[in-house]
T-cell receptor
Framework: DAGITQSPRHKVTETGTPVTLRCHQT?????MYWYRQDPGHGLRLIHYSYGVKDTDKGEVSDGYSVSRSKTEDFLLTLESATSSQTSVYFC????????????FGQGTRLTVV | KQEVTQIPAALSVPEGENLVLNCSFT??????LQWFRQDPGKGLTSLLLIQSSQREQTSGRLNASLDKSSGRSTLYIAASQPGDSATYLCAVPKGGSQGNLIFGKGTKLSVKP
């Protein structure tokens, strides 16, 4: 299995609070992605990174920000959590080219109450 | 806009049966196609990656085929086992520099003992 660790694995938070999810990889892959998975919508891209300090928006980026200060770490921040952000969040990595095999973390289940 | 469709949404078969899962995509200009398995409450496990130049890829009891011209891929599972029960997802890269994956909504497979 690819070395991808997401933390925390589960979190319950209150509406309006900031939340940060962490993705840590040991594969030295250049590309990192944050997806959310929701019933009826499948997996959708939130943000991605193509190198240290290089990030860009995905399909559903509103209300989220990201940072990547080291190759191995990609942080996803919900600036002010809302109930619509209750979801399962997955981190993924891929190697030098974006069009190579992707590997996923185990996911973080976030509940906003 | 690339769209990925998986039919059927759910499938139940008796143990030992050979089965085929289907995946179709609207834009045939893909770099590759990837099949994943997802167990309940877990992350995505990469099963097979087929490059655009390939017609088939095999791993154990799994065989994936790709027909770019018709926009179709199939995942063949031989001699199914209860442990194969999971949701199977196919995905293609969006293309360009982003490289994120566009997913189908999956086929939920149940193999009955």
């Amino acid at each position: 299995d690819a070395g991808i660790t997401q933390s925390p694995r589960h979190k319950v938070t209150e509406t309006g609070t900031p939340v940060t999810l962490r993705c840590h990889q040991t594969e030295n892959h250049r590309y990192m992605y944050w997806y959310r998975q929701d019933p009826g919508h499948g997996l959708r891209l939130i943000h991605y990174s193509y190198g240290v300090k290089d990030t860009d928006k995905g399909e559903v980026s509103d209300g989220y920000s990201v940072s990547r200060s080291k190759t191995e770490d990609f942080l996803l921040t919900l600036e002010s959590a809302t109930s619509s952000q209750t979801s399962v969040y997955f981190c993924a990595i891929s190697e030098r080219s974006p069009n190579t095999e992707a590997f996923f973390g185990q996911g973080t289940r976030l509940t906003v109450v | 806009k690339q769209e990925v469709t998986q039919i059927p949404a759910a499938l139940s078969v008796p143990e030992g049966e050979n089965l085929v899962l289907n995946c179709s995509f609207t834009d045939s200009a893909i770099y590759n196609l990837q099949w994943f398995r997802q167990d309940p409450g877990k992350g995505l496990t990469s099963l097979l990656l087929i490059q655009s130049s390939q017609r088939e890829q095999t791993s154990g009891r799994l065989n994936a085929s790709l027909d770019k011209s018709s926009g179709r891929s199939t995942l063949y599972i031989a001699a199914s086992q209860p442990g194969d029960s999971a949701t199977y997802l196919c995905a293609v890269p969006k293309g360009g520099s982003q490289g994120n994956l566009i997913f189908g909504k999956g086929t939920k497979l149940s193999v009955k003992p």
